[in-house]
């Protein structure tokens, strides 16, 4: 009876105890009671003929966890940690990763992948880069073991010995490749002399091509400024990485042939166009010929045009002096008039007549300032002879003081103002006195 447990302490015991013991799992079966909360959490059932187990994935998992959407009936194999959930004491999956089982699943995460990343517009036309004529680098991305680089290389030396092919090596098989590729693309972007770039593998099942139907591999091929070719399996073979290339080939070799040209054909076609273009400049100098010769037929003897030519001028030169002596009489003729009115109108009268009226405004202007300065120094005189006879000071020079009662300043006007040993200051017309009072006669002031 000591050790009696609680359901909540039973059950996180048990909650313990299955996370300890259990470490990452790997677990197979058929997805049913699929719910996708608002949450964005996906919960379902993991089951097979016999059992059933509850599992759940979180939503900050993303696309590590799923890369596909998962159905009701799909058969699939999670990554999963075992937990239980105390408040129901229930036990259940707790799903980190999900990869699709059986062909069915894959080729339905294939085509869910591919109509995804169309309707983002990774695979439009209008993106696609195309191929440069005769590239002077080409990097191969594939396994640097494998019969597809021989075969690329023999068939690049057979078309084109000159061309440089640089090898990016990378698993094309197995969880690690699409990591490997994705790195081997970004190195040959950051080599920066690489014209194109071919991404290429032999065929095989659809789970040998799945790091080809990756979501990552096929948005880094998008985002390369290098056209990219994907030569991935064979003619029947599609991938995701085929609709995000610039180019698909339909094999390897087929590729090796896309990219590069034939010297051979090349050489051969700037014969063929030499010859062409020479037998064009023959022709051209054959018509140039003839039209000479018709011309030198038509203009056998210029002399002729000449002295039409001549006597056309001579005929011209005489209607122009004509012309010209008529407009210069016409002109002469509309001058006089223009000439007598001018003089009408002489500007050295005028400004006779403006001087002398200027001189007699500047005349007035002076007489008039001169009489407005004596009337002002007239008034300043009177007004300074009265501010005198106001001017305190003035009755100071008399013989007058005015007394002030100190500190306070007050003027005193009465001797009642006044106390024994008050402080007086008094203000004389020059000069100031400090006196103290030392007594008070009568009381009148």
Known sequence: MKDILTVSQLNDNIKTFLEESFGVLWVEGEVSNLRRPQSGHVYFTLKDDKSQIRAVYFRPYGVRAVRFDLEDGMKILCRARLSAYPPRGEYQLIVESVEPQGLGALQKAFEQLKARLAAEGLFDASRKKPLPFLPRRIGVITSPTGAVIRDILNITRRRFPSVDILIAPARVQGAQATGEIITALRRLHAWGEVDVIVIARGGGSLEDLAPFNDEALAREICRSTIPVVSAVGHETDFTVCDFAADLRA?????????????????????????????????RCLARQR?????????????????????????????????????????????????????????????????????????????????????????????????????????????????????????????????????????????????ARVEALQGEQA
């Open 290 to 434: 003839e039209r000479l010769a018709s011309l030198a037929g038509r203009f056998r003897d210029p002399r002729r045009f000449l002295a039409d030519y001549a006597i056309h001028v001579d005929d011209l030169r005489e209607r122009l002096k004509r012309a010209l002596a008529h407009q210069t009489e016409s002109a002469a003729g509309r001058l006089k008039p223009l000439q007598a009115r001018l003089l009408g109108f002489d500007p050295r009268r005028r400004i006779r007549e403006q001087s002398l009226l200027l001189s007699g405004l500047a005349k007035s202007l002076r007489g008039g300032w001169n009489h407005f300065l004596w009337e002002r120094r007239e008034k300043l005189q009177k007004n300074a002879a009265l501010l005198s006879s106001l001017n305190p000071l003035a009755v100071l020079r008399r013989g007058y003081s005015i007394t002030r009662r100190l500190p306070e300043g007050e003027i005193v006007r009465d001797a009642k103002q006044l106390a024994p040993g008050n402080r007086l200051g008094i203000q004389l017309a020059s000069g100031r006195i400090e």
């Open 250 to 282: 339909p094999t390897p070799s087929a590729a090796a042939e896309l990219v590069v040209p034939r010297k051979i054909e090349l050489q051969e076609n700037l014969h063929d166009l030499r010859l062409r273009l020479l037998a064009a400049q023959n």
